[in-house]
Each structure stands twice: as C-alpha cells, then as structure tokens.
C-alpha cells in the first residue's frame, strides 16, 4: 500500500464496519433458548452487553454459567450466527469511508474477536480487503477481552505509533484495548452498546461512522 503519513486507525468489524445487530441477537436468543432463558430485544441487549461474554450472560442469568452451559450456549450462538450472517451487510458508506482514508496516504486495519478463519474470507467478500494493512481475527477460545489481541495487532504492523492510532469500535471493549496500548478510541453508537453505556468510558461517542473518521482524524493529528 505504500507509504503512510502518520495517522492509523484500527476498525472493529461486527457491529462497526459490518451491521450485524439482527443475526447477533438471533443467536443470542437461540443459545438462551438452549437454557430456557427468555429472550432479550436489541435495546436490552445493547444496555446490558460488556466484555468477557460469560459476564454479560452472568447479569441476565443472575450468575454466570457453568463450564458446560457456557460451551454450549456460545457453540450454538456461533452456528446460529454463521447461518444467518449471510443476510447482513456494511454499515452504510463504508466503502467509501475506507477508499477515502486510504486514498489521503493513511493506513487501517482490522481487529476483531470474531474467529480469524471466518472472518478474512468474509471481508474479502465485500471487497474491501485492499484497504487494510493487516486483518487480523480471533484465534483460541472465545468470550475473552480484546486488549491482549490489540498488543499483538499493533505490534505486528510497521511504522504504525500507538500515539498516531486511534480505535474505531461499537463495545466498551475497544477502548479497554485502545487505552491498553496507549492508542485513542472512538466509539460508535450503531452496535452492540447504547449510548448511555458507552458514555461511561470516557471516550468520544459518535453516531454515524463519518463521524468516528472525522474524530480519529482529529485525534491522530
């Protein structure tokens, strides 16, 4: 991609570049079901959703699963899931936010906890891989934090600075990450969390990707 002024911005996938809320609360359901748990609509999940996952079950279920409950809720929320993904597409404007960006001589990248052999070919299908430095997904168990991830991500890209990169994600998590290394965070309001919740961190929340660009730009400089 050649050379890049300063400036990187680390993308979220689910729930930020890709608009997935209708098959993550599908599977929600459907591994709650698997416990006879009622089901939860998208504002109760967005209020109620945080990282590691067997919390957020932990705060629906009044305690967090056992080993066996939790193997088989997350093994059936991630076949509902890939069943179901197939209907869901980018976050409007996307690909015209990442032209733009890498087209000014900035670079980007994508980390992300959904399990690294879905998701590369999954962003190759949009065609939008050309925009990105370095994708990088999960690899091992999931229902983790996504701060170690960041730590390994960053430090596999070259000439890219903590202090120059900014995350752009939809959960509490990423900016957990982002401070974790010393990189800034944008969070968006189209996902996982409501804004009420994001608020909390400490960090600019935005409501359209756009905006997360023009704040990273902002906070880059």
Not at 145 to 150: F, I, P, R, T, Y
Request: net charge negative; aromatic share 8%.
């Amino acid at each position: 991609m050649g050379t890049h002024n300063g400036a990187h911005i680390v993308w979220d996938w689910n729930g930020t570049l890709f608009h997935d809320n209708d098959a993550i609360i599908g599977a929600t359901n459907a591994a709650f079901a698997e416990l006879g748990l009622e089901p939860i609509t998208l504002e109760r999940y967005r209020a109620l959703y945080c990282v590691p996952v067997p919390k957020f079950y932990e705060r629906l279920m009044g305690r967090l699963p056992t080993d066996i409950e939790w193997r088989l809720m997350d093994d059936v929320f991630h076949r509902y899931y890939a069943e179901h993904r197939v209907r869901c597409g980018l976050t409007e404007g996307v690909a015209e936010l990442l032209a733009d960006w890498r087209s000014a001589g900035r670079s980007q990248s994508i980390l992300s906890m959904y399990g690294h052999e879905e998701l590369v070919p999954l962003v190759r299908g949009f065609g939008i891989a050309e925009h990105f430095i370095r994708i990088d997904g999960r690899t091992g168990p999931s229902g983790g934090s996504k701060a170690e991830h960041m730590v390994r991500h960053l430090g596999s890209l070259t000439g890219v600075e903590a202090r120059r990169t900014v995350v752009i994600g939809d959960a509490a998590d990423d900016a957990v990450a982002a401070l974790h290394v010393g990189a800034r965070a944008v969070l968006y309001t189209g996902g996982s969390h409501s804004r009420a919740s994001l608020e909390t961190v400490g960090v600019p929340v935005v409501d359209t990707l756009h905006e997360a660009v023009a704040e990273a730009e902002r906070l880059a400089a």
